[in-house]
């Protein structure tokens, strides 16, 4: 079917999905092949199979890898299905080598039990009625030797050789091993299998997921183009410069308690927040085009639009109630008081803490406030610590630190609390 | 069991086995491997293992590729068994790119009568009781995905660029497709799956028997150390200059007619002669030291040792009866009559003939001796014509032409036939 055999409405609707499909992409590869695939679901009404894999390994979502969620999310909403593949036989292989510790053998409980996190996580932003969830050993534990040099067969070492990492590591004398090349063409067949229209995944997925564009065209299954890849810019973390990972620590992670989640948002750099709307939430563009235009003209303040962003983070993944309250505890803490305008952020870490708290005193001395526990012990007694404003008085009171959270003695010693 | 806890009678049997296996080899890789495991050997009495693999697809053996054959016969003399691959498993999946004429898919069918052809030949050469044969598809067949990339992650990709014939086609932008890298593992794997001590091929298979001998210390199944390559030289055919093979048409092959490989062994070079001699027979070291020594000091006339190895050759493959008449037709048409000492050899393509048979008129011109079938009947009428030196009386009658046929026209025209 051609475009100008489309009716208006058909090509107002194919206009519409594609304005909507491109906002916040960093690529889509090709896209005319996109245009003739929406074009047959607005003549046909059949939906088109939009695909993500996700990692076995990893199942925590950060706000990062909702980036690809709200993609697919909008995807849905356009009338089209989500195809979600757990890569559970890579997982359970393993590397072969053993060398590589991302590679680590899971056993089928852990792919399980990983998957259900996944699920629980992932439906707080897809719609579970138009998502479809695979296990890829389905397929992948079904093929034999020969099915695999079929596989094989299909891609040249030269061609496999152009992906950014191996062609790095070739030429840098470091080994790689053959099996490799295999994670593409397993990640490329799943969308063979699957008949997948369109793949998503970062930018830094573009050869996989042209892999699969290239291996059902060698399939040829006769039907026609093979799939579209459909390339999400890679969000930066709260550092504003490093992609967010949870290794690098500057992440959001959508299973944290509200109130971190709201601190940590609030703690997003400003050049980066419409970057945030338009990747993580469900905002409309013409609400995202009103934001940009209020904070440019001056009329929004930065920080009432983060804490709008905060609490859309904290409702969608905690509910409205979560993010009014988180919302409140932010307010109370960090706003209806004279603190400084700038205080200087310490770390603690988790395994400072028994069971979640640390007694006051240990504290001081933890974020280097007070040089030891006596002295520590003194300003508690002077009245002179306070944690978010509420003055202490037992020195031995067992808190639970969380982001955010100020601490504070005398007139003049402040820090704000990282978790990590 | 190390050399110095041998008894003098155990060292004395793995130097008499070593200087055995040592004649003619081109290379032993590596020669201290093979040493220890006939120490091994002599030690256990457990005979080692001797691997040679097969090609499915070209049954038709020639006496270049008994050059191999010899090398396990002198191993099953010395108390070792042999283990014949058939890769059936390669040759029933073809060429997964559909390029490869070598790859050609075969049927189940194919693969058997071509195994049936292999053992009806090979079994002039070895012995039938100490010899296994197999067929790589009962291991390789059974192997899925996962089995394969264990397979697979054994070996890095730069290290399989080290083949000859990858490295050339790398380097020149040609392409490798993938499941090439498989056919060095599969042959390697055959040799874990058979726990083999030993594998031979000529030189032009090193690459692919180092690397049974990299899988075997890859997959360590704890029985020491891989395999040893036994590299055999490659003959030259007749031409003296290229190796034996069939698309070059300068071979002998075992099945031919007892008179064609008389004939053609004739034709072999006599500085080659030796080496088919050290190579293809079965020929003692004092024999072939004997042999040497009298071609060297003249005491044996290189036409004589050229019988000699024409008689063996067809002695083996035919008979001894045959390798009588074999001669007696060489000496009746070759020797006792007297012919030009050199005479021009005239090639007579194979589709020349009709159902291998040509009319003596036709032969004539074809051979160009006579301009034309006019002419070439005069001369036959003429009583001029001779075919090995028997006159011809009907210009219609229907000749078998055989390689070394000489045929001759009045007093000065001759040609000897070439059949290709």
Redesign the interface.
Known sequence: MKWEQLTAEQQHEVNRQLDTIRRGVADIVPEAALKQKLIQFVVTGEPLKVKLGLDPSAPDIHIGHTVVLHKLRQFQELGHEVQLIIGD?TG??G???GKSETRKQLSEEDVKRNAETYQKQIYKVLDAHKTKFYYNSQW??A????????????????R??ERDD?AKR?AG?Q?????E??YP?MQGYDSVALHTDIELGGTDQTFNILMGRTLQNAYDSGEGDGQVAILMPLLEGLDGVQKMSKSLGNYIGIDEAPNEIFGKTMSIPDELMLKYYELTTSISNEELAGLRQGLEDGSVHPRDAKVRLAKQYVAMYHGQEAADEAEQHFVTVFQKRSLPEQIDEVTLAADQLEAGTISVFKLLTALGLQASGGEARRSVAQGAVKLNERKITDPNEQLQPQTGDIIQVGKRKFAKIVMQ
Not at 147 to 154: E, F, H, I, N, P
Request: aromatic share 16%; charged share 10%; net charge neutral.
């Open positions: 036989f359970r292989i590397d072969p080598t992948l534990g093929m034999n030797f020969a099915d695999v040099l079929q596989l094989a067969g299909k891609l040249t070492v030269a496999m050789l191996f070739y004398g080994p790689i091993h053959i099996h090349f295999f063409l």
